[in-house]
């Protein structure tokens, strides 16, 4: 037996090897299918193999989200037969030989492609249900989706870059939002990973996932798995982290008066 800090620990019991076993565990990473750490390995989640559809999806990753553990465009790959990432900051000419392939077809004979974005003043979008219902008669064939995956700020970027490229042959659309209404948390619902800027602002898979509902014969059973990955990822998220408390928004004169109220206790 050997002490360490006033207490009796055999050698097998060591404090720092336990923690080093620990780090050890949560440095490892899945090789067989999620590529996440173990600790929080999705596979079991995953459908069995790569679920096939008609839609053709498209997802520009910003290069920051490399590096974000919160990030859900990596998995859509592995969940949808047709689903492909490109990695860069804008798309344009050269970026994609599929999209370079509708750019250069004749519009009659361009297979319809939509990129998904909320719409602005200067450059609205079409509300995606209204889109499908309007095809409904006659249901486009080898539909293309296109998705950008960052922050808020990189994803209206990447749209803005892309727009000179993307306006030659697809159509904006957009799922329900409402910029007046902040955002949830990661803790107001068990579907959100992290804080969005407005209400309606969902992760990249699950903006997918609501598309595909819209546009796929068996929409409804393809956003059903989307979402159960989607729910399992939140899951662990919300069991590894803790609640931050809202800081309180001061107004201008009640900042002013806190300055003066710290200022004057200096003194005393």
Not at 141 to 148: A, D, E, G, K, P
Not at 168 to 189: I, K, N, P, Q, Y
């Amino acid at each position: 037996m050997e002490v360490y800090g006033g207490g009796l620990y055999s050698s097998d019991e060591d404090p720092q090897q336990k923690d080093e076993k620990k780090k050890k565990q949560q440095r490892e990473i899945c090789s067989s299918g999620c590529e996440r750490p173990k600790s929080v390995c999705l596979c079991p989640y995953l459908p069995p193999s790569p679920l096939p559809t008609a839609t053709q999806i498209l997802i520009l990753l910003h290069p920051h989200e490399l590096r974000h553990k919160l990030s859900t465009a990596p998995l859509l790959p592995k969940c949808l037969l047709n689903s492909h990432t490109l990695l860069g900051r804008r798309l344009r000419p050269g970026s994609s030989p599929l999209l370079d392939s509708l750019l250069l077809s004749p519009p009659h004979l361009r297979p319809p492609a939509l990129f998904l974005f909320p719409g602005t003043s200067s450059h609205p979008s079409v509300d995606l249900h209204h889109w499908a219902a309007s095809h409904y008669d006659h249901p486009p064939h080898n539909l293309v989706l296109i998705v950008f995956d960052g922050t808020w700020n990189h994803a209206r970027e990447m749209v803005s870059a892309s727009l000179p490229f993307l306006s030659e042959f697809a159509t904006r659309v957009s799922l329900g939002f409402d910029e007046r209404v902040e955002g949830a948390s990661v803790f107001d619902s068990e579907l959100v990973l992290r804080k969005e800027p407005f209400l309606g602002c969902v992760s990249t898979i699950e903006a997918v996932a609501r598309a595909l509902r819209v546009l796929e014969r068996d929409g409804v059973e393809i956003e059903e798995r989307l979402i159960s990955v989607l729910r399992a990822m939140a899951r662990f998220q919300a069991a590894n982290l803790k609640p931050l408390k809202p800081r309180v928004k001061l107004g201008k004169k009640k900042k002013e008066m806190k300055m003066v109220c710290e200022e004057s206790s200096q003194l005393l």
